[in-house]
C-alpha cells in the first residue's frame, strides 16, 4: 500500500529542505522579462512562422497511411498523362493507371479530337482554381524523378493502397529511375526529411486529434454533471520538438474558445524562458491570456497590454469627467498590482480587467504560470469552487512535469502538491514521462478515482545521429556503431527488451547501409538474372519505405531479433568499416558540430566543460569579466538610489519603477545571458567565464548551483543516469549547437 499523499509530501519536503536551491522556473520575472513577452519584434518574428501560418490553415486529422484512399481528380490526372503520352514513361503509365480511358481515346477519334483543346496549362489552372494543391504537387512529382519527389509518390501510393492510381504511377516512375536516384533513396529514406504531410492542407497529427476529442468529450460530461463526473488526467506522450506549445494553443483556438468558451486553459511551463515564449505565441495568435508568477514567497499576476482596447485612455477621460469617484477607481486600477497571495492577484486582475474593460472582461482564455504559482492557484482554486478559476473550469496543460525532479528535490515538491490538486482536466505533456503504470503513486494525488490515459507518439522520426568517440590523445575522432555501444549480445539484449523508449531512440543511430543490411533490401545487391531481374525491381519498390517512422517501426523486430551469432557479425563488419573513416579533431570544441545539434557524454562534465570554453573564440576573459562585474555593482548601487526617488507612475507597466535599472544588479555574460551579481559572486572566475562562452554542465551532484540553474533553462537538454555519464552542454543559441546526453529510463 503507497504511503499516504501527507507522508509523501513531508518526505519530499525534508529531501528539498537539504538541497537549499531552487531551480529556476520563471519566478521573480523582471520588466525586462515582461517587456520581451510584449516585444512587437519578437512577436512580429513568431507571426512570421511556418508554425503561425499552419496554425491558421490546419485541419482536422484524417487518417494514416492506408487510410486516406485517393485525394486525386482524376478526370484531370488522365488527360495530364494522355497528353504527355509521347513520352513512353506517361503513356505507359496512363495505360496501367486508366486502361479504360486510354482505349476509349485510342479507339475513338471524335473522342481524342475533343484533347485537342486542352492543354497542360489549362489543366493546372483548373485545379489552381479548385484549390486542389495536392493533384498539381502530384502532377510535378511524376516528370520529376529526383529522390524527394519519389519519396513523396510512394507515400501516396502507400495511402491509397496497391492497384490504386497512385500505386501504379509510382511504379511506373520506379522502373525509370536510374541506379544512382535509387540508391538516394534508399539512404535518404533513413532521414527524418522523408515524414508524412507533405501534401494538402496541414492537418492534425492523430495525437493532437485524440487529446481534442478526448478534452472536448470530458468537458461536455463535466458541464451535464460536474457531481458525478471523474476527473480526466491524460499524459501527452510525445518528443521534444513535437510541438506541445503548438498543441496547447491549437487546443484552445480550436476547442475551448468555440465549444467551452467558460474553460479556462491553465499553461503551466518548467522554465522561465518557456513562460515567455508561449506569452509572445499568445501574443501573436490575438489570445486573451495572463501571465503569473512567483515573486520570493508570493505572486505576481498579470494582464498583457494587448488585452486592453486602445480606446480605453479616451473612455476613461469622458469617465472621469462624468463621474470623479469612478475616476479614481479607475487610476487605481491602472497602478501596478505588486505581489500578494495567488487569490488576491487572481480577483485583483478579474475586478481591473472588468472596470477597465479588458478583452474578456476580467476573465482570462489563457493562463501562463511557472510550476510554483501553478500550484498555488490550483490550491486556491479548491477555495474558490464557483470562481472562474474552479477546478472545473480549469484545464491544466503541465509542460515537462517531470523537467528537473531528479535534479533537483524542490521541484519534486512543487510537483506534488500540483498533482495533489489537479482539476477536473488535466493533460500532462511530457517528452520523457512513461505511462501511469509506471509512475510512482503520488503522481496520481490523493488516490482519487479518475480517468487515466496515456496518448503517445513515440518518437520514430527524429533526426538521424552519428554516434563518434574522442579520442584526445591520438586527436581523432572515430565513428562507432549502435552495436558498437555494447559489450556482448546479453548486454545489447536487455536493454533493448526492457527499456523500449531508449530502443527506439537508438533506432536513429543506424545509418542508412547498416539500417538496410537488417531490412535485407534489394539494394544490398541481388545476384539473380533474366527473370530475376524483375523479381529483383519488385523487392526494390516494396523495400522502399515512404516515410521515416514506419521505416523506423520495421526494424525494431529486426533489432530485437538479432541472435548472438548475427550480433557479432554485424558488430565485426560495422566496426571494420568505421576503421577507415576517422577524422582529426584539436579538442572537444573541434568535435562539434557546426550544422546541428552535438550530444556529448564524459566522465568528468566539468573539466570537458572547461576544456571546450577554453579551445572556444568569443565569450570574455578574466580581465574584462571583473571589469563587467565592476561596472555591475556601479550600476546596482546607482539605481537603488534612483529608485528611491522615484514615485509610482499611474500608467506604468508594472515594476516599471525599476525601468531606469532594469539591468540593475546583473552581469551580462554574453548576448542573451545575464546573472545576478549574488549569483555572480557565488562562482569563481573560471566558470563564470566558461558561461560567457555559452558552455554549462550538469553532474548527478556537486554541479555549481549557478551553473545548474542555467542548464535547467536550456530548452533543449536532457539528464543523465546511465553509467554515471555526466554530460557538458552548449547553452541553446542561434549560432552554436547544443549538447545533451540521452537519459535513465526516458528521464
Not at 509572445?280 to 514567497?297: F, I, K, L, P, S
Not at 531512440?505 to 539473380?528: C, D, F, P
Request: hydrophobic share 40%; aromatic share 6%.
Amino acid at each position: 500500500m503507497p504511503p499516504p499523499p501527507d507522508a509523501v509530501s513531508a518526505a519530499l519536503a525534508e529531501a528539498a529542505a537539504g538541497v537549499g536551491l531552487s531551480v529556476d522556473t520563471g519566478s521573480s520575472l523582471t520588466t525586462s522579462d515582461w517587456l520581451d513577452i510584449d516585444s512587437k519584434d519578437l512577436v512580429a518574428r513568431a507571426k512570421a512562422t511556418m508554425a503561425f501560418k499552419i496554425m491558421r490553415e490546419i485541419q482536422p486529422w484524417q487518417g494514416g497511411e492506408g487510410e486516406g484512399g485517393s485525394q486525386l481528380n482524376h478526370d484531370v490526372a488522365f488527360k495530364f498523362m494522355y497528353l504527355n503520352r509521347k513520352d513512353d514513361m506517361y503513356k505507359k503509365m496512363a495505360k496501367s493507371c486508366y486502361p479504360e480511358e486510354y482505349a476509349a481515346y485510342k479507339d475513338d477519334k471524335e473522342l481524342a479530337k475533343t484533347m485537342k483543346a486542352v492543354t497542360k496549362d489549362g489543366l493546372i489552372e483548373e485545379l489552381k482554381k479548385a484549390k486542389d494543391k495536392h493533384t498539381i504537387q502530384w502532377m510535378e512529382a511524376l516528370g520529376s524523378l529526383k529522390v524527394l519527389e519519389i519519396l513523396f509518390l510512394r507515400r501516396e501510393a502507400i495511402k491509397a493502397g496497391p492497384g490504386s492510381v497512385e500505386w501504379n504511377a509510382a511504379r511506373v516512375v520506379w522502373s525509370y529511375v536510374g541506379d544512382r536516384v535509387k540508391d538516394e533513396c534508399f539512404e535518404i529514406m533513413h532521414t527524418n526529411i522523408n515524414r508524412t504531410g507533405k501534401s494538402g492542407p496541414p492537418r492534425r497529427y492523430k495525437h493532437q486529434q485524440e487529446v481534442m476529442e478526448l478534452v472536448g468529450s470530458h468537458l461536455s460530461e463535466v458541464a451535464n454533471a460536474p457531481d458525478t463526473t471523474l476527473p480526466l488526467q491524460v499524459i501527452l506522450a510525445t518528443p521534444t520538438g513535437s510541438g506541445k506549445t503548438f498543441t496547447a494553443v491549437m487546443m484552445h483556438l480550436y476547442l475551448l474558445k468555440k465549444e467551452h468558451p467558460d474553460a479556462v486553459l491553465l499553461y503551466s511551463v518548467p522554465t522561465k524562458q518557456v513562460l515567455k515564449r508561449v506569452g509572445q505565441e499568445c501574443e501573436a495568435h490575438g489570445v486573451v491570456y495572463w501571465t503569473a508568477a512567483r515573486d520570493g514567497n508570493l505572486h505576481q499576476v498579470r494582464r498583457p497590454y494587448s488585452v486592453r482596447f486602445a480606446v480605453r485612455k479616451r473612455r476613461e477621460q469622458a469617465q472621469a469627467l462624468a463621474n470623479p469617484e469612478k475616476a479614481a477607481l479607475v487610476t487605481e486600477a491602472k497602478k501596478s498590482a505588486g505581489s500578494g497571495t495567488i487569490e488576491q492577484q487572481m480577483f485583483k486582475a478579474m475586478d481591473n480587467g472588468k472596470l477597465l474593460q479588458d478583452r474578456g472582461l476580467g476573465k482570462p482564455d489563457v493562463i501562463v504560470a511557472d510550476v510554483y504559482t501553478t500550484a498555488a492557484l490550483l490550491e486556491a482554486s479548491r477555495q474558490h469552487a464557483g470562481s472562474f478559476f474552479g477546478p472545473d473550469k480549469l484545464v491544466l496543460y503541465f509542460d515537462e512535469p517531470n523537467m528537473g525532479i531528479q535534479l533537483e528535490p524542490a521541484v519534486s515538491v512543487v510537483v506534488h502538491r500540483i498533482m495533489l490538486n489537479t482539476p477536473k482536466t488535466a493533460i500532462l505533456a511530457s517528452a520523457t514521462m512513461p505511462n501511469w503504470d509506471s509512475l510512482p503513486a503520488w503522481w496520481k494525488g490523493e488516490g482519487t478515482p479518475a480517468k487515466r490515459t496515456t496518448i503517445p507518439l513515440e518518437p520514430y522520426d527524429l533526426p538521424m545521429c552519428q554516434l563518434q568517440v574522442l579520442d584526445e590523445r591520438k586527436r581523432k575522432v572515430q565513428p562507432i556503431s549502435l552495436l558498437g555501444l555494447f559489450k556482448s549480445h546479453a548486454e545489447y539484449s536487455k536493454v533493448m527488451k526492457q527499456q523500449g523508449m531508449r530502443r527506439i531512440v537508438m533506432l536513429r543511430y543506424l545509418q542508412a547501409r547498416q539500417a538496410n543490411t537488417l531490412l535485407a533490401s534489394a539494394t544490398e545487391g541481388s545476384k539473380e538474372d533474366g527473370d530475376g531481374d524483375k523479381e529483383a525491381k519488385k523487392r526494390d519498390w516494396m523495400a522502399l519505405y515512404g516515410d521515416v517512422r514506419t521505416l523506423r517501426q520495421s526494424l525494431e523486430p529486426a533489432l530485437l531479433s538479432l541472435t548472438p551469432s548475427r550480433f557479432a557479425e554485424l558488430q565485426a563488419d560495422w566496426r571494420d568499416k568505421e576503421k577507415d573513416a576517422p577524422t582529426n579533431a584539436e579538442g572537444v570544441a573541434a568535435a562539434i558540430s557546426t550544422t546541428g545539434v552535438t550530444m556529448i557524454a564524459t566522465l568528468n562534465a566539468r573539466q570537458a566543460a572547461l576544456a571546450m570554453a577554453s579551445q572556444m573564440k568569443g565569450g570574455l576573459d578574466v580581465h574584462e569579466l571583473r571589469r563587467r562585474v565592476r561596472e555591475a555593482e556601479r550600476t546596482s548601487k546607482a539605481a537603488e538610489k534612483e529608485a528611491a526617488r522615484k514615485k509610482d507612475d499611474d500608467d506604468a507597466p508594472q515594476d516599471a519603477a525599476d525601468m531606469g535599472g532594469a539591468k540593475a544588479g546583473m552581469l551580462d555574460l554574453r548576448s542573451g545571458l545575464s546573472v545576478s551579481l549574488q549569483d555572480a559572486e557565488e562562482c569563481d572566475d573560471e566558470t563564470l567565464v566558461m558561461l560567457s562562452k555559452g558552455v554549462a554542465y550538469t553532474l548527478a551532484t556537486g554541479t555549481e548551483p549557478l551553473v545548474k540553474k542555467l542548464y535547467m533553462q536550456v530548452r533543449e537538454t536532457c539528464q543523465t543516469n546511465e553509467h554515471q555519464l555526466n554530460t557538458p552542454s552548449r547553452l541553446l543559441d542561434p549560432s552554436h549547437p547544443a549538447t545533451c546526453s540521452p537519459s535513465e529510463n526516458g528521464q
